[in-house]
Structure formats: C-alpha cells, structure tokens
C-alpha cells in the first residue's frame, strides 16, 4: 500500500523563525516521486519541488530546502526565517510510475505565521 | 501561458440535482487528472486521462460521477444525482510529462 503522513496539522510560528514539515511515505516501489504543494488561501496547488527516489541530495531554492532521507522513508520541508506570505496550507505527496503517476497526498499541514 | 483553469469556482446546489465542472488543461498538456477535497481530509484522486481516453478511473466513487474529455481537449465531471456527500473541492491538473502536475484553482461544491 502507498501512504503519505503529515502528522503535523497545523503549526504556527511567528516571523523569521524557522520551521520544518514533516513528511512520511510508505511505498514497496523501488522507483516513486515525492511532492510537495503548497495551496495558499486563494485555493489554488502551487507546485514546489519533485524529488526521484534515486535522489537523496538535500535541495535548497532561497528560503525553502527539503532533507530526503530513504533510511527513514521521511521528505522533510524547512522553511528558513519564514514569512506572513508562507501562510498557507502544505502538501506533500508520493506517486509511483507502476501506479499511473497518481499522487497520493497526506492530509497536509497548516502553517500560520504570525508578524 | 494560461494555467489550468476550472469553472465555475463555486457550485451550491441541493441533494438530487445535478452538476458539471469543467476544467481546461495547459495547452498541449496530455495528461488530466481529477482529485477531490473532502472536508478535513486529504486530497484524494479520481481519474485520470490521456488525451481522450481514460487512463485510470479507479477512483470514481461510484457510477453518479462521469468524466469525459472529448477531443482530448477541456474535461467535464457530472455529478448526478449529487448527495451530500460529494461536497468538497474538486481540483483538475495536467501534466505534459507525467511528472510535475500543475493544478487548477479547484472548484468548490457545496450539496444542500
């Protein structure tokens, strides 16, 4: 079976602070993506970074930087000196090429931060 | 370039009647997948298409859904008749490559 948690469902910082996501998947493919989608409170899914399962580099873009780790079937999402306009809700999602590339997401995490 | 674009944004109607979203994909996009929102819950997938035929629909929740995109173009998703429990926010992506999706604002239905 494939499953992602976010165990976290909502967080809530105050500026500048720093703050991380966490994500758990469970998959038997050897070869799957990993997601993650943040959807502000305008509604729409804005896509922020796919990950290859063969990839464990860590991936840094300014201010956000995701940490793979296959030893621990986590894709973490950090989020340095964060800011009002990261409020919003975050996805994160797995998908396998043997499963029609259908995402399958967690029940995502609210992070409100705070001025 | 345009995004994926949904209408109608918003769709309130009462138990029985019946609804039909569209959702028009990035030009040239093959692939076009429906998830869904339930309140509270994660987003969950419907189907999915290449160009006008259905890929994948093992996630229609039951035979009151039907998806058609004829052409290969724009998508549709009636609901008929909707029950309560198809409330929720149904959300359209395309992808060119089967690799990043890119979603559309989603269209929230709300069933009285």
């Known amino acids: 079976a494939q499953k992602v948690t976010q165990a976290q469902t909502e967080i809530s910082v105050v500026e500048k602070e720093d703050v991380t996501l966490d994500c758990v998947y469970e998959?038997?493919?050897?070869?799957?993506?990993l997601f993650w989608y943040k959807q502000p409170p305008s509604g729409e899914l804005v896509f922020l970074i796919r990950?290859?399962?063969?990839?464990?580099q860590n991936e840094i873009s300014g201010r956000y930087s995701w940490n793979f780790q296959k030893s621990t079937s986590s894709f973490n999402f950090t989020i340095t000196a964060s800011q009002v306009v990261d409020s919003a809700v975050y996805f994160c999602?797995?998908?396998?090429?043997?499963?029609?590339?259908?995402?399958?997401f967690g029940t995502g995490t609210r992070l409100q931060v705070f001025p | 370039e345009a995004g994926v674009t949904q209408f109608p944004s918003h769709s309130v109607i009462e138990k029985g009647q019946t609804v039909t979203l569209r959702c028009d994909p990035i030009?040239?996009?093959?692939?076009l997948y429906w998830y869904r929102r339930v309140m509270g819950k994660e987003i969950k997938f419907l189907l999915h298409?290449?160009?006008?035929?259905?890929?994948?629909e093992s996630g229609m929740p039951n035979n009151r859904f039907l998806a058609e995109r004829t052409g290969g173009t724009y998508s549709t998703l009636k609901v008929q008749p909707a029950e309560l429990e198809d409330s929720g926010v149904y959300f359209c992506?395309?992808?060119?490559?089967?690799?990043?999706?890119?979603f559309g604002p989603g269209t929230r239905l709300t069933v009285t």
């Open positions: 998959t038997r493919d050897t070869t799957y993506y």
């Open positions: 992506a395309s992808s060119s490559n089967r690799a990043e999706q890119y």
């Open positions: 999602a797995l998908s396998t090429p043997y499963n029609t590339d259908k995402l399958i």
């Open positions: 990950r290859n399962s063969f990839d464990e």
């Open positions: 030009s040239g996009h093959d692939n």
């Open positions: 298409f290449v160009k006008e035929s259905k890929q994948d």
